[in-house]
């Protein structure tokens, strides 16, 4: 699944490796990226399956069960 525009996933189920934002469309906007996303080069790319979630302002995050903690970094 690639990334076309930003809210097309936006309560969508993802998985790894699916690319959810492409940065090269957006107008130099700062966006804030929670946890299951990482950012490589001008993509948004997810690490962890789950629901892709958004809050004002530009807010991203994958809402995921999961019961054992998972070292970001």
Known sequence: MEGKEPGSFIEQFVVPGDV??????????????GS?????????TVTKAGRLR?????????????KRYVLHG
């Open 36 to 44: 299951g996303l990482c950012q490589d080069c001008d993509a948004i």
């Open 20 to 33: 959810v934002l492409d940065l090269s469309i957006l107008d130099n906007q700062t966006i804030k990226l």
């Open 54 to 66: 958004f809050s004002k302002p530009n807010k991203y995050w994958v809402e995921s069960s999961q």
